[in-house]
């Protein structure tokens, strides 16, 4: 159980295009997704936590306006990187947290991510 | 701020041999933990849970809380190479669901 798709798990592609990342959780509801940028040898970053029906949260120093995250459904979170130049070249990976109202008590499950390469 | 600190290593155990991995975490209401594993290049996966003082097993795993130091810690017995890897600490320390990351620790079983 407790499953979670990322797509695509690489992207390349030129210096101003956007690129949309999809993430799904299969088997169970997410009112709470995660959005995660690692670079190489890096530690994961959390860049917003993406809430279903309302705006995302974004963390200090990710700029909303590049990263748009819509999470239309419970099953359903989507990443846009709009503009994309060789700096937002980096491993993206998203999570997803089941249902336990009240407690924090459950797990987040990570998507396979995404590597994307902007030249 | 609320921290979760790891050394990061690299560890290197014999195979055969017991790892041990550690972690402390600043916020003494924190609730909930957890154990990841990342091999390079991939996203990481969780291997165990513990909520409550004490120890929990899971066929080689050992999760061991304390939430009296603030400390929780992986066993792994018997390593394996396939055990090589990063293995995150990640801890919930309020309600909104985010989990405080440890950096990681590098464990390298040697054949």
């Known amino acids: 159980g407790a499953v979670v798709s990322q797509h695509p798990s690489w992207v390349i592609c030129k210096s101003g295009t956007s690129v949309k990342i999809e993430c799904r959780s299969l088997d169970f509801q997410a009112t709470t997704m995660f959005w995660y940028r690692q670079f190489p040898k890096q530690s994961l970053m959390l860049m917003a936590t993406?809430?279903?029906?309302?705006?995302?949260?974004?963390e200090q120093g990710v700029e909303k306006d590049k990263f748009l995250i819509n999470h239309a459904s419970l099953t359903l979170s989507t990443l846009t990187v709009t503009s994309a130049h060789p700096e937002d070249s980096s491993f993206y990976i998203c999570?997803?947290?089941?249902?336990?109202?009240?407690?924090?008590?459950?797990?987040?499950?990570f998507g396979d991510g995404t590597r994307l390469s902007i030249l | 701020q609320k921290e979760v600190e790891q050394n990061s290593g690299p560890l290197s155990v014999p195979e055969g041999a017991i790892a041990s991995l550690n972690c402390t975490y600043s916020d003494r209401v924190s609730q909930s933990f957890f154990w990841y594993r990342q091999y390079s290049g991939k996203s990481p996966e969780l291997i165990m849970s513990?909520?409550s003082n004490g120890d929990k097993e899971d066929g080689r795993f050992t999760a061991q809380l304390n939430k009296a130091s603030q400390y929780v810690s992986l066993l792994i017995r018997d390593s394996q190479p396939s055990d090589s890897a990063t293995y995150l600490c990640a801890v919930n320390m309020d309600s909104n669901y985010q989990l405080i990351w440890g950096a990681g620790t590098k464990l390298i079983i040697k054949p």
């Open positions: 993406s809430n279903e029906g309302s705006k995302a949260t974004y």
């Open positions: 513990i909520y």
């Open positions: 999570s997803a947290r089941p249902p336990a109202p009240g407690t924090s008590n459950q797990p987040q499950h």
